[in-house]
């Protein structure tokens, strides 16, 4: 009954293993979110220099890496054959999420007739910061990883030499008082 219990309670509360496609998403979100940045100051770019937006999201698309490229590159023709923009982008942040942010900006701009290059650089700065974060937790949560095995193996040896040699001390140096 105990093992069916423990069995229950570890399926429900113990991480599940990634499958293939799970881990190649997750690869694929962490390289869009690396790149948007660069996207986004390209875009910022383009579009300051009075391009239209299908020409600017194309020449970023052939100017970045993949997974990027694909994105922007389906954007791109999108709007080459004369979709909407706030569709468009609208489209690209609900079927990609890393680029969300990328596609809200874009689309409050499309309807505010705001221009885009100084909101597009606030989010490449803001994305920028973020990662740097997020570095900074990963570095934090590293350092406080590797003190678990240094603990494993120096606690042990403590006790050893340090506590029992007292405690021993301590029993014998009773039991002759007795």
Do not use: N
Not at 171 to 176: G, V
Request: with cysteine; aromatic share 4%.
């Amino acid at each position: 009954m105990a093992g069916a219990v423990s069995a229950a309670a570890a399926y429900r509360w113990l991480p599940k293993v990634p499958t293939r496609e799970s881990r190649l998403a997750e690869a694929e979100h962490g390289r869009l979110l690396r790149q948007l940045p660069l996207a986004a100051e390209l875009l910022a770019a383009c579009l300051a220099s009075s391009t239209s937006p299908g020409v600017a999201v194309a020449a970023v698309a052939r100017s970045v890496e993949s997974p990027m490229r694909e994105r922007l590159g389906v954007t791109a023709s999108q709007l080459s054959l004369g979709a909407p923009p706030e569709l468009c982008w609208d489209r690209l942040g609900i079927e990609c999420p890393a680029l969300a942010p990328l596609a809200r900006c874009l689309v409050r701009t499309s309807l505010s007739g705001a221009p885009p290059a100084t909101v597009l650089s606030g989010l490449a700065q803001t994305q920028r910061a973020a990662a740097g974060r997020a570095a900074h937790a990963r570095v934090r949560r590293a350092g406080v990883l590797a003190t678990a095995p240094l603990g494993l193996c120096f606690l042990p040896a403590f006790v050893l030499i340090g506590v029992i040699p007292v405690v021993m001390g301590l029993t014998t140096l009773y039991s002759h008082r007795i």
